[in-house]
């Protein structure tokens, strides 16, 4: 299928706009990016001074969506976009508020790196919950390259991705919980580590919706809830 296009409209100023907000995206895709790498290396790391930077910087995700978000709706007033320009305004729209989350969890894992300073915790846990970073990093990574170049096709193949994150998760999870059976002393610990893990679940999600626009964005189709097996033609 023939990746949409977003110029050729009669008017070239349009044209600046929507690239313009798609390019606005990406800067913010790309500062997400960093935060969620920020907050995996603060904690194996145990850097503090990184996670104090991480969350001082949030405030500038949040400003990038508000600013992006403003763009769009002026550009639905003025312009009242139809067919495939609705659908970029609706997919940056969605996309920004998922960008805004991802940074939110990422602020969460600096947040509870500082709680972590003074507990111990086995070098096995933050191998795997590096991992687990290191996968839902991968995921994001593509999927703000599929929705770059409006690629369905690595869009659905990123969906397909999610399932190890929650596999990965739901391992982590049951070793927090033998752990804190085994072992009273380390239920602070062990909690704080499964909120880690699930803040990194959490970007997953975020990461799988955005390709899910995608899709949405070039045919026009709405594959939240169903499964790859059951999206014929996809």
Known sequence: ??????????????????EDIRNKVMSMGGLVENQVASGVKCLVASDSELA???????????????????????????RQPAAGDLRLIVAVIKTITDLERIGDQAEKLGRIQLELEQQEISSSTYIKLEHLGELVGKILH????????????????????????????????????????????????????????????????????????????VQGKDVRHITPKEQPGL
């Open 142 to 217: 593509s999927a703000l390259d599929a929705f770059a170049r409006m690629n369905v096709a690595d869009a659905m193949a990123t969906i397909e991705l999610d399932i190890r994150v929650n596999d990965e998760y739901d391992s982590l999870m049951r070793e927090m919980i033998t752990h804190m059976m085994e072992d009273p002393r380390t239920i602070r610990s062990s909690l704080r580590i499964s909120w880690c893990a699930r803040a990194l679940e959490r970007i997953g999600d975020h990461a799988k919706n955005i390709c899910e626009y995608v899709v949405f964005l």
């Open 52 to 78: 104090r930077k991480l969350i001082a910087d949030d405030h500038e995700v949040n400003r990038m969506e508000v600013e992006i978000d403003e763009e769009c709706v002026q550009i639905l007033a003025r």
């Open 1 to 18: 299928m023939t990746e949409p296009q977003i110029t050729g409209h009669i008017s070239k100023r349009f044209d600046q706009e929507l």
